[in-house]
């Protein structure tokens, strides 16, 4: 059945797939990609996962952990057909590679484990997919396992993913006794020896012969009820649908998205690959049967349809650091591209230089001339281009709407371990943040930690090693300390203060008489820019009969201000105070603007030692989404976490609850978060100001 890519006689295009492979960890989805390559011949030894020796996996982190990490491209030929495949992870922590993959993708593999069946990160995926509009086949693997059920997958299928699966396989014998399937598009038998290999055609099993009849019949019933064409041949006689009209069918519901061919196997045995993959070039899309693809020029929306005769544009959506050079992935939608071709970012507004074109085998290259549209491959020499940026012809200039990144959910502090390294450290940061869009980097003003950001905890300890395996610097990773306020909860009025500094030359005089007293909040919660204050902070003169000149006020406002910077309680700022400047003041040689800003900074300090001081934590708005059969374990939780639920909705078996938590509650959340829904709860938080902490809560000072 192997056979090597030959030019199709109507359009090149027909005989190209540009597909995915997305599960749940565990799932099977490398040994999927890796029996696909041998299968087809691209390579001519089967690795696998637990040895460390699959292509996909090649990263040595990927190698030691036994997961995929980072999404991985290979190419290869089935039946004239080329077959451009990417390789995603099945970590939740690591959805953002898929989503990424997803963007550029004509279509996708589903792989559930036949025991488990559909698996909260399965259920993610397919959401992702779904947003997409990628049309998708279901492969149910590991039917050798002790407990699998073909049956029982299929149906957690249907009710956890609601689409309705088109069942086309039979598999002949049971877990250990799994020795091939039955094709009941064709009525025959594939049967595979211990060793995998070529399946051996045959005839319907006797004593599956019924069992399949049925299964034939109900799936032609399924067919017919979504596909009018297929209706209108299985109402006449003999009320039966020919192969082709079956294959068709099936074909056209998995294009439009009405339902989901589900084939059968065991990839680490390799059996099922080779229909699986007859099944990618029958029914999953080509670049010709996807929309052209849409984007933007001075506002006005512009198609380009698959053709390499249009101008160029394609997508980037990958950028990779090797040894050898910087490299871009890219999907190419239109047009064609040569090696020294000049293509133009309209985002950046630059023009770059394709200095090479590489196809893709995970992490090896075969050089190429050219790329027309409907290939995925990797170019060399673009400087300035990240993930999500348009490469276009610079005389047909459009922008592609770019893979929406997501928002970090988890943070931690990092720092290098000798100062010497802090530039180091930066670089090696910097290009993190460039190769993977879901990673952030920043510097916290007020603690002065630089903080990394990314979508869960393992995400951020693979990001942390790469940069230690890269040859960086040792990095120290620690919690990110939150910044905490101080406000007034009694104030203190007439508070005098003078300011008297003589030393041999003109002297320095100010006297100043101070109220301070709360600013106001509203529920406990720091009001922020109302009322016309800025910063939480108000400054009035109550000052009469010009004791204190119009521009010394100005002086002791922004002494006021420069005393906010550090608080009493612990060295934090102060928020929510007004200062009444109510009496003082001068001398005629020796009061200046100095005097007066000194006397404000120190006087407002002493005042509030004198007043009773409240120490402010940061809070957030979460809303989180989990299962209805979760809430109870996820609002104690909250409750744990000093979190006060403030909504909770019911939407479509979901629920979703809104609460207040205090920041420093929610370091940790997300994996918590997943262990009590089994990785199907997600939650979003926005700032939502400050409130009172309550004693046993430690002020760090800074």
Known sequence: MRAELHPNSVNPLAAVRNLGI??????????????????TGTI????????????????????????????????????????????????????????????????????????????????????QADRHGVPRIAFVNKLDRAGADLDRAVESIRSRLHPVPLVVQLPIGTED?????????????????????????????????????????ALEE????????????????????????????????????????????????????????DAVVAYLPSPLDVPAVRGTHQGTEQRRAADPEEPFAALAFKVTATATGRLTHVRIYSGTIE???????????????????????????????????????????????????????????????????????????????????????????????EEDPSLVVRTDAETGQTV????????????????????????????????????????????VYRHVHQSGGAGQFAHIVLDVEPLGHEGGRERG?????????????????????????????????????????????????????TDGSTHVK????TAFRTAGRIGLREALRACATTLLEPVAEVTVTVPEDAVGGVLGDLAARRGRVTGSTARGGTAVLTATVPLAELFGYATRLRGRTQGRGTFTTRPAGHAPAPAEVAAPTR
């Open 529 to 581: 820019h109302e009322g016309g204050h800025e910063g939480g902070f108000e400054f009035r003169s109550a000052v009469v009969g010009g004791r204190v000149p119009q521009e010394y006020v100005r002086a002791v406002e922004a002494g006021c201000r420069d005393a906010l910077a550090e608080g009493p309680l612990g060295g934090h700022p102060v928020t929510g105070l007004r200062v009444t400047l």
């Open 22 to 39: 997305l599960a749940h960890v565990d799932a099977g989805k490398t040994t999927v990609t890796e029996r696909i390559l041998f299968a």
């Open 222 to 277: 399924t067919v017919a009820a979504l596909h009018p064409a297929a209706l209108e041949e299985f109402c006449a006689p003999p009320g039966r649908l020919s192969t082709a009209t079956l294959a068709g069918a099936l074909r056209d519901l998995t294009l439009t998205g009405e339902g989901v061919v589900v084939l059968c196997g065991s990839a680490y045995r390799n059996r099922g690959v080779e229909p699986l993959l």
């Open 177 to 217: 006794g799994f020795t091939g399937v039955v094709d009941l598009v064709r009525m025959r038998a594939l049967v595979w020896a211990d060793d995998g290999g070529t399946a051996l055609e045959g005839p319907v099993p006797q004593e599956l012969k019924e069992t399949a009849e049925q299964r034939r019949r």
């Open 44 to 127: 001519h030894k089967r690795g696998e996962v637990h040895d460390g020796t699959t292509v996909t996996d090649f990263d040595p982190q990927e190698r030691d952990r036994g997961i995929t990490i980072f999404a991985a491209a290979v190419s290869c030929a089935w039946n004239g057909h080329r077959v451009n495949l990417i390789d995603t992870p099945g970590h939740v922590d690591f959805a953002d590679e898929v989503e990424r993959s997803l963007r550029v993708l004509d279509g996708a593999i589903a792989v559930f484990d036949a025991v488990a069946g559909v698996e909260p990160q399965s259920e993610s995926v397919w959401r």
């Open 339 to 433: 090696k020294g071709a000049t293509v133009w970012d309209p985002a950046t507004r630059r023009t770059e230089r394709v200095a090479r074109i590489l196809r893709v085998m995970a992490d090896r290259h075969q050089p190429l001339d050219r790329a027309v549209a409907g290939d995925i491959v990797a170019v060399v020499g673009l400087k300035s281009a990240r993930p999500g940026a348009t490469l276009c012809a610079p005389d047909a200039p459009l922008l592609l709407e770019p893979p929406v990144a997501a928002e970090p959910v988890v943070s931690v502090a990092v720092e290098a371990r000798r100062r010497t390294d802090t530039d180091r450290l930066a670089q090696a940061l910097a290009r993190l943040a």
């Open 590 to 593: 020796d009061s200046s603007d």
């Open 452 to 495: 990394l950001s990314g979508m869960g905890e393992l995400h951020l300890e693979v990001a942390v090693e790469k940069i230690r395996r890269d040859g960086g610097p040792e990095v120290a990773v620690g919690r990110p300390r939150v910044a905490f306020r101080e406000t007034v909860a009694r104030g203190v009025t007439g508070f």
